[in-house]
């Protein structure tokens, strides 16, 4: 079954460095979306992305946060300048549609900010 | 705030029993749920979903039930096998919601005895 990857596993990085969250998601999905979840705590949406705009964003996707798909089969997540409570488990996701379309996860890269 | 959350974090069960798995949700105009089961070191998996012109639907070994009256949603697994044991988390999105944001709730571990 084809399937969402994401580079890499594990990141980690010093506070106010930034970094790059990649993913490549399923090849004929047009929808593509970043989720985050805090250890012990709930999955929450990022962004999400269509036609190389995003279609929606949340509040947790403030300024130090962008999104780039860069060829055709990348999708990445940049923070700018990372704080400590950016520091989580970072999922992208893919559907073939928008609205109540089956999202596919990724595996996620865990993100540790020091 | 309107969320959707989870009545118990952790539930047990023998091998070979049902299980299942509560949630609340309190967004009135959510009209569509659905369940994802999250194995360790991995993203949400889609196991089923519902619509709120539905009550029930039936996958292989699971059943969701929605009670649109007291905003209730479960998940029953029959004949629950130890590759059973994972976070599950129920999900509530609106269908014209383009975006495809998902709120999720806080989830609930389910552990299977042998």
């Known amino acids: 079954e084809p399937e969402v990857t994401q580079t890499p596993s594990h990141q980690v990085t010093q506070m106010g460095q930034e970094v790059i969250l990649r993913c490549v998601p399923i090849?004929?999905?047009?929808?593509f979306y970043w989720y985050r979840q805090i250890l012990g705590q709930k999955v929450e949406f990022l962004v999400s992305?269509?036609?190389?705009?995003?279609?929606?964003k949340s509040e947790i996707f403030d300024d130090q946060f962008s999104v780039e798909r860069p060829d055709g089969s990348n999708f990445t997540l940049k923070i700018r300048s990372t704080k400590l409570e950016d520091s989580a488990m970072y999922f992208c996701?893919?559907?073939?549609?928008?609205?109540?379309?089956?999202?596919?996860f990724g595996s996620g890269t865990q993100l540790s900010v020091l | 705030g309107e969320s959707v959350g989870l009545h118990l974090p952790t539930l047990s069960v023998q091998e070979g029993d049902n299980s299942i798995i509560n949630c609340a949700y309190s967004?009135?105009?959510?009209?569509?749920f659905i369940w994802y089961k999250q194995e360790s070191g991995k993203g949400p998996q889609f196991i089923i979903d519902?619509?709120?012109?539905?009550d029930k639907r039936q996958g292989q070994r699971v059943t969701v039930l929605l009670n649109k009256t007291v905003k209730h949603l479960s998940l029953q697994i029959a004949a629950t096998q130890p590759g059973d044991s994972a976070v599950y988390f129920c999900?509530?999105?609106?269908?014209?919601?383009?975006?495809?944001?998902?709120?999720f709730g806080g989830g609930t571990r389910l552990m299977v005895k042998p």
């Open positions: 996701a893919s559907s073939v549609q928008g609205g109540i379309e089956k999202l596919f």
């Open positions: 090849s004929n999905h047009l929808y």
């Open positions: 992305f269509y036609n190389n705009e995003i279609s929606e």
């Open positions: 967004n009135s105009a959510s009209d569509y």
């Open positions: 519902i619509r709120s012109n539905m």
């Open positions: 999900a509530e999105n609106r269908i014209n919601n383009a975006g495809n944001m998902l709120t």
